[in-house]
């Protein structure tokens, strides 16, 4: 104990030695019956925040070859995490995280031979007719011709015939996912003894069409001096699948191999599900191992046993059917003809893991090197490698780079073929269904193929005094058929690659605690506290004592719409919004055919205070942002289509927000009032041109002007705050707005400006909470300008066409010929009017497609609001968590207006954790 | 099975490895042990993420079942 409070003092001070303290400090707790000072945190007490951006590269198609352009964006992950790891007590720990991830794009459904002719396009309502991948149907051609060997055939003319030749190429099919998001809580509590430890854990992943729950048990026993430790987990995973059957897909395919787990949600629509469960039972064993001084070794192995509904349900095989008493053509060559069947997995899968890892110390150069290689081993017949390794080479001043290199090659399981015979007479029912015909199992996803893929990568990281640490990361990754161990893996068609960003931040609390108790603690952390009381929902409402002051702050905003539809303030029915919501901004009333049922905005925000100087702060704020909408059809909406998908699936945007920098300057700073000005600018970081994905052949369009995730425009915003206290007694009030700096985003919209005043009072309950009431005026502009208007399928008829002059030539026998002015004036009139008719028709068939939910038109946004605010503010006074600050306040709506018509609110949540150091 | 009898092998033999090779090191000797370059795992949680990106992209991505992770699908 001695020891570790000799060395917590202040390891700022000098780096050098602080550093070595550190190691030396942490040899010390490797010491049996040494443990961490109660009033501090322990050393891995930790927060931490991360974010990561997934890019995967276009799928070659084959594109050039053809007339069809691959438009489609393909998949893209948006992704945050955040968590904490607290020691409750000396022995007791606990830890949590909370992760997100929002991916949308293009991604293959199945593979078939490039002379069937996936991708084939289909013509999309109201835009120029162009063979475009992004609007692309899964059908591929019925029928192929295959010599005895199964290669494929295709047709080509030469000398005047058609004749065939070989073409053994294969592609993939492409489908487009609409932003769909996924989250997940976890935590872990655990016990540690001198020499053991126990810990259980357990958590949730929610996504619209997968749900995972999952539990584990692990324990650690430390012996031989500490020199060996022996790590022994359980872990049970039971999830339930929940996916809705594509409606494009559904239109070609055959579902009939999946009709026991099929449920039928909506008759009207023929909306359908597949129901499924999977359950998965782990178990591994570890050993580490310390060589010498220097060198350490870790030995693992761990065993899966999964079953249950082990399918990917959007993946789909290509089957082709060749009828054995055909007679071949001229050529010798025999006819296969295609369905498309959901893919057939085993229901159970066994799985071993290997794996040994080395890491050496490298004393000249201070840097480690870790090498590892794992086994993997299934009953699927998939045997697969992967070797590791990283250099982590610290270069002084807290900096440390990590270049890391990865290989892994797969053999593929019994069932993959990228598609698939049966010698057979095809099905006469394209949903005709015989077992009897098809193999047992059957997949052409391309993760059970054979290949091979490269990875390297590099790490930086900084860590800073007062325990801050960032590190960002990038990774390069292709997957190759040819890179696969021993070769014979899958064709070029099947390769890709993709590139990951990210960046974390790490709060280490113990530098933290040892911060407060050092020589230049003292009152350190109370130096933010005083005036920085104001509820969790007033943003820049404070700004930092004086020049070198740092704080974080982590804030989340739960925005929450539901019940009626308004018009500015009172309730509407759905009958009469149909009639009346859908308001064009081509100046006519479309039937709305759907509207928003619920919507939830969810905002997670980090932000970093720093004053250069007494009187100023500066501020830099960004966001994630994720939303998710419920839809309902109105009377007018029959069923069927496009629209159903959108009702039945609901939409989820997710993604990075806009980035906000702010300059807070003090006007008025004494102990009782203190008044702040924020010049801050808005930078368009936020996604604006989010499109829904294309379902029931129908492109989706763009989303909902109020599910993108920024503004798309720079914008201007100005805020004044005033602050007070006396005694228990706190108040404050603020007016801030928002000015758009530009009249149009890249999407041909600009949101509303905004202004909003708001004051509140507050309490002192005791030392550490308090509480505040506050009152909000909250105006907001309405949209202005539309997304870009698809290609309008309309030629006006030319006037010369409709109305030529010989028409009105009056000859009356006589050699007197006249013109007939009134009747060609009439025929322009009646021409111009049916052209203007025409327009007009054309105009409401992209209405009908693309705005027929009020949330689709950009008059229908902005509005009047008054909220009341209830908060509760605390501040930690001591201890080992002392200086953190975390503040709730709920909104509560008492008047709302909206302009046009738009869904009520609901109220809005608001917590924000701070820290000043 | 075989294989699991191969693999069990070399942990035996890495363990006999371990009895020749193996150095006692006392507490006080572990400072480069306990520095963080050497930490089994340096940095947590880019592991996991990368960890995620293997699972939804390759056939082995057994071991950690039960670390959520959800399906992957896309």
């Known amino acids: 104990m001695g020891v570790i409070k000799k060395f917590s003092g202040n390891p700022c001070r000098n780096d050098g030695i602080g550093l070595s303290l550190k190691a030396l400090t942490a040899a010390a707790l490797i010491l049996p019956g040494l443990f961490h000072p109660a009033a501090q945190a322990a050393e891995d007490d930790e927060v931490d925040f991360q974010y990561s951006h997934y890019q995967e590269g276009k799928r070659d198609i084959l594109e050039s070859e053809t007339t069809r352009k691959n438009n489609a964006n393909p998949i893209e992950v948006e992704s945050i995490h955040g968590g904490a790891k607290i020691s409750l007590t000396d022995r007791i720990k606990f830890a949590f995280n909370y992760t997100q991830d929002t991916w949308g794009g293009a991604t293959p459904i199945d593979s078939g031979p490039f002379v069937a002719g996936a991708n084939g396009a289909i013509k999309t309502i109201g835009i120029e007719e162009i063979d475009s991948i992004g609007a692309a149907s899964p059908l591929i051609s019925h029928r192929v011709f295959f010599d005895k060997n199964l290669t494929p055939y295709k047709q080509i003319l030469k000398d005047g015939q058609f004749i065939h030749v070989p073409d053994k190429r294969i592609v993939h099919t492409l489908a487009i996912a609409s932003p769909e998001t996924r989250k997940q809580g976890d935590f872990k509590l655990g016990y540690e003894w001198d020499n053991a430890a126990i810990d259980i854990g357990g958590g949730i992943s929610l996504e619209d069409d997968y749900e995972s729950r999952f539990g584990n048990l692990n324990g650690r026993l430390d012996f ?488 798309g425009t720079w914008d201007f915003k100005p805020s004044l705050t005033y602050t007070g206290k006396a005694d228990k007694f706190s108040w404050g009030a603020q007016v801030s707005g928002t000015k758009r700096m530009e009249s149009r985003n890249k999407s041909g919209f600009a949101l509303g400006d905004m202004f909003q005043g708001t004051a509140w009072g507050g309490y002192d309950l005791t030392n550490w909470l308090s509480a505040s009431v506050r009152g909000v005026y909250t105006w907001q502009g309405r949209t202005k300008g539309e997304y870009p208007r698809n290609k309008i399928d309309f030629v006006p008829t030319p006037e010369t066409e409709a109305c030529p002059n010989e028409s009105f030539i009056i000859d009356d026998g006589n050699g007197n010929i006249s013109f007939d002015q009134a009747g060609f004036n009439q025929c322009i009139v009646e021409i111009r009017n049916a052209n203007k008719e025409g327009l007009k028709s054309a105009i409401y068939t992209d209405d009908a497609a693309y705005r027929s939910n009020p949330a689709d038109l950009a008059s229908n946004s902005g509005g009047q609001y008054v909220d009341l605010g209830l908060g509760l503010n605390v501040n930690i006074p001591d201890g080992a968590f002392a200086g953190n600050r975390l503040a709730f306040e709920w909104l509560q709506p008492v008047y709302t207006r909206q302009t046009g018509y738009q869904l009520d609110r609901d109220g809005a949540l608001s917590f924000t954790w701070s820290y000043g150091f | 099975m075989s294989l699991s009898k191969i693999v069990l092998g070399i942990c035996l033999c890495l363990n006999l490895l371990c009895v020749v090779a193996c150095v006692p090191v006392q507490p006080w000797e572990r400072g480069n042990l306990a520095k963080p370059q050497m930490a089994l795992d340096p940095y947590p949680l880019q592991s996991a993420l990368r960890a995620h990106n293997y699972g939804s992209r390759e056939a082995a991505a057994g071991g950690n079942a039960a670390q959520g992770g959800g399906c992957g699908c896309y």
Not at chain 1, 367 to 396: M, S
Not at chain 1, 536 to 564: C, E, F, P, S
Not at chain 1, 574 to 587: D, E, I
């Open chain 1, 224 to 711: 031989n001096e500490k020199q060996t430790t022996v790590n022994l987990g359980l872990s049970y995973t039971n999830s339930d699948i929940d996916a809705i059957l594509d409606h494009d897909i559904g239109s070609y395919g055959n579902e009939s191999n999946f009709n026991q787990y099929i449920q039928v949600i909506d008759e009207e629509t023929n909306t359908k599900k597949i129901i499924g469960n999977r359950q998965d039972w782990g178990a591994n064993l570890g050993l580490t191992q310390v060589l010498n001084k220097s060198a350490s070794l870790n030995a693992g192995m761990s065993y899966t046993r999964s079953t249950g509904m082990l399918e990917n349900p959007y993946k789909r095989v290509e089957y082709f059917f060749i009828d054995p008493d055909q007679t071949p053509n001229s050529e010798g060559l025999l006819q296969g003809g295609s369905n498309a069947y959901i893919e057939q997995r085993p229901h159970e899968r066994n799985q071993w893991n290997w794996n040994l890892g080395y890491s050496q110390y490298v004393q000249p150069l201070d840097a480690a090197l870790h090498v590892n290689y794992q086994f993997f081993h299934d009953d699927w017949g998939i045997n697969a490698h992967t070797f590791e390794g990283d250099w982590v080479q610290p270069l002084g001043a807290g900096w440390t780079v990590t270049p890391r290199i990865r290989y892994y090659s797969q053999e593929a399981a019994d069932f993959y073929q990228p598609y698939f015979f049966s010698f057979n007479k095809r099905p006469s029912q394209r949903d005709e269904f015989d077992p009897a015909l098809l193999q047992q199992n059957y997949s052409s996803d391309q993760r059970l193929s054979g290949f091979g893929t490269l990875s390297g990568g590099v790490t930086v990281a900084k860590q800073f005094a007062k325990g801050l640490s960032l590190e960002a990361g990038f990774e390069y990754y292709t997957h190759q058929g040819g890179l696969k161990i021993g070769g014979g893996g899958e064709q070029d068609f099947a390769d890709f690659d993709y590139w990951t960003a990210n960046a974390a931040l790490k709060i280490n609390l113990a530098a933290l605690g040892r911060g407060a108790s050092g020589s230049d603690g003292g009152n350190f952390h109370n130096h933010h506290t005083s005036h920085a009381n104001a509820p969790a929902g007033v943003m820049v409402a404070h700004t930092l004592d004086k020049a070198g002051d740092i704080m974080l702050g982590y804030r989340y905003m739960w925005n929450n719409q539901d019940g009626n539809m308004l018009h500015q303030d009172s309730a509407v029915s759905l009958a009469n919004l149909q009639n009346k919501g859908c308001f064009s901004g081509q100046g006519h009333f479309n039937t709305c055919l759907a509207a928003p049922k619920s919507m939830a905005m969810h905002m997670h925000m980090l932000d970093l205070m720093v004053a250069p100087t007494d009187w100023l702060t500066l501020m830099l704020m960004s966001q994630f942002v994720n939303m998710d909408m419920s839809l309902r059809g109105t009377p007018a909406f029959t069923g069927g289509g496009n629209l159903a998908h959108h009702i039945a699936n609901g939409h989820e945007t997710g993604g990075i927000g806009d980035t906000g920098m702010y300059g807070l300057f003090k006007l008025w700073d004494n102990p009782s009032h203190k008044v702040n000005l924020g010049l801050g600018f808005s930078a368009p970081t936020g996604d604006v041109d989010i499109q829904l994905r294309r379902a029931h052949h129908q492109d989706g369009g763009f989303v909902h002007y109020n599910m993108q995730l920024g503004s």
